[in-house]
């Protein structure tokens, strides 16, 4: 058994060694799908959970539900739980070709999200594993059966849990006009998590709005992510989810035809933008 206050640095390293293993590669050449991650962890019992419930809407699955339905002979408590969030930041190679299209994706960035999610998959289930196999009972919520796409009525599409809702409860980062999350390596990333029973103190988070990382929001400058939509998409108003999902679907021919495998992307909204590899300058942190 690892002491306590080990514990969350030893979740930040088993995180950050699979990334630095050879089981993070997208394509046959071994090359890299993420860059090292960003590791935070919430409490089961943050007022942001229920707070995400009543605001999304009631389908959405609270980090005590997923556990309880993966662990019903497991007696927990929502404090006694822990929720491990993690940012894979897209590759440098990656960001590089992609800031360099204007319509669809360029090849590094749709197996990113192809075959990089699915490192991401890989990731969620050997946490778990290990987790276990330390005796901390543990479950991904993209893993579980719980976890399912609705129709939200205040944000159209949605689902029974967020990856990105929880790492902006683990201190990563906060939303941008476009949607996507800015982190301290920006927004062009995927992000994952895992439940467990296991004691970890919450990441402190440094910001006290949803919008604070973001220029438009913060400092009512910016709006570079408006014009990089080739859907028209973002607006002053902030991201139609309908038109860019349409968007996105139109990208799958491209990438079958281009690239040789079933596939998808867009995110052009998150490279060129000041925000795209950090916090952008001119915000006041904290
Ligand atoms: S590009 Fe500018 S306006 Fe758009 S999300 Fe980033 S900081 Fe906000
Ligand atoms: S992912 Fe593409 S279509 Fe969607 S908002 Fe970003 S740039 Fe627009």
């Known amino acids: 058994m690892i002491d306590k206050g080990g514990l969350g640095e030893w979740c930040a390293k088993l995180v950050a060694d699979y990334i630095a293993s050879p089981n993070n590669s997208f394509n046959d050449a071994g090359e890299p799908a993420w860059e090292a991650p960003l590791v935070g962890f919430s409490s089961g019992a943050d007022p942001l959970y229920p707070f995400y419930k009543r605001d999304i809407?009631?389908?959405?699955?609270?980090p005590i539900e997923f556990f309880r339905a993966a662990h019903p002979s497991v007696p927990v408590q929502p404090e006694e739980l822990t929720v491990i969030s993690w940012v894979l930041p897209q590759t440098r190679a990656t960001k590089y070709d992609h800031r360099k299209e204007s319509r669809m994706p360029c090849e590094r960035w749709a197996r990113a999200r192809i075959m990089g999610e699915a490192v991401n998959n890989k990731l969620r289930a050997y946490m778990v594993e290990?987790?276990?196999?330390?005796?901390?009972?543990?479950?991904?919520?993209?893993?579980?059966?719980?976890?399912k796409q609705h129709m939200s009525e205040k944000y159209l599409f949605a689902s029974s849990w967020?990856?990105?809702?929880?790492?902006?409860?683990?201190?990563?980062?906060t939303f941008g006009l476009s949607d996507g999350l800015i982190t301290a390596k920006g927004k062009a990333h995927r992000v994952g998590s895992v439940i467990a029973k296991i004691d970890?103190?919450?990441?402190?988070?440094?910001?006290?709005?949803?919008?604070?990382?973001?220029?438009?929001?913060?400092?009512?400058?910016?709006g570079v992510c408006i014009g990089k939509c080739p859907a028209g998409a973002i607006t002053e108003k902030g991201h139609d989810k309908q038109r860019c999902s349409d968007?996105?679907?139109?990208?799958?021919?491209?990438?079958?035809?281009?690239?040789g495998f079933?596939?998808?992307?867009?995110?052009?909204?998150?490279?060129?933008v000041p925000c795209e590899s950090r916090i952008p300058e001119g915000i006041d942190l904290r």
């Open 57 to 62: 809407g009631d389908f959405y699955v609270q």
């Open 130 to 147: 290990t987790l276990k196999a330390a005796g901390y009972p543990a479950v991904a919520p993209m893993l579980s059966p719980l976890w």
């Open 162 to 173: 967020s990856e990105r809702h929880a790492a902006y409860a683990a201190g990563l980062g």
């Open 200 to 222: 970890i103190s919450p990441t402190p988070r440094p910001y006290d709005s949803h919008h604070a990382y973001c220029l438009w929001y913060a400092k009512g400058t910016c």
């Open 247 to 259: 968007y996105v679907d139109t990208t799958q021919a491209f990438v079958e035809e281009h690239y």
């Open 262 to 272: 079933k596939g998808y992307g867009c995110g052009l909204c998150q490279v060129g």
